[in-house]
């Protein structure tokens, strides 16, 4: 995308709630039966040619080569030791609009809400494989498909990198979790 690689953008949308989280070292459950990820991973899309096919992928990269433990004194992730190799082709996840124009990802964007992580490996799944306390991040995959070759864009964005986890370490995560998922009803009012 020679000229027109600059004028694609891509943002999250709610962009302050991935910072918010951020702050306090964002943690997502991973289990065994897929765990949706919260804050949603939902982008605004600009710049894309109106008549041209394009898809959009979200890739979880992993950050490092270590394991994690959480020191509850310190209130931070410490490394312990070396990280489990995944199979690569786990971490990817299409938008279930495959190829479409680029006039509708403008205007409607890409949310990635259905998307789930897992740490186990079914092989008709299509959840997102993760290691459990290792540290991950968001990439966005923007593919113009032309006839005769694929023009892939990657967007970074460091407000998206978390820490795997089967449960919660860090309180603040959790209150903020509760604060701010809508699935999380039930302990804002109590009942838990």
């Known amino acids: 995308m020679s000229n027109g ?57 992993s950050l490092d080569d270590f394991r994690y433990r959480y020191d509850l004194n310190k209130a931070t992730w410490v490394a312990t030791g070396a990280a489990l190799k995944l199979d690569q082709r786990r971490v990817i996840n299409s938008h279930p609009h495959g190829a479409t124009l680029g006039k509708i990802w403008n205007s409607e ?24 306390l290792q540290k991950y991040k968001v990439q966005l995959v923007i593919t113009r498909l032309h006839a005769t070759q694929c023009e892939r864009l990657l967007f970074d964005f460091p407000e998206t990198e978390f820490m795997a986890v089967t449960c919660y370490q860090n309180p603040e995560v959790v209150r903020l979790k509760i604060n701010h998922n809508p699935f999380a009803k039930s302990f804002r009012q109590g009942k838990r």
């Not at 982008?43 to 394009?54: I, N, Q």
């Open 5 to 61: 690689r600059e004028k694609i953008k891509a943002q999250l949308r709610d962009e302050s709630l991935w910072r918010l989280f951020h702050s306090h070292q964002t943690e997502m459950i991973i289990t065994r039966s897929g765990r949706r990820m919260f804050p949603i991973l939902d982008f605004r899309l600009s710049g894309l040619e109106p008549d041209e096919y394009f898809s959009c992928t979200v890739q979880i990269i």
């Open 109 to 132: 964007g890409a949310k990635f809400d259905k998307l789930k992580l897992t740490n186990h490996i079914k092989p008709c799944c299509d959840h997102i494989v993760l290691a459990s």
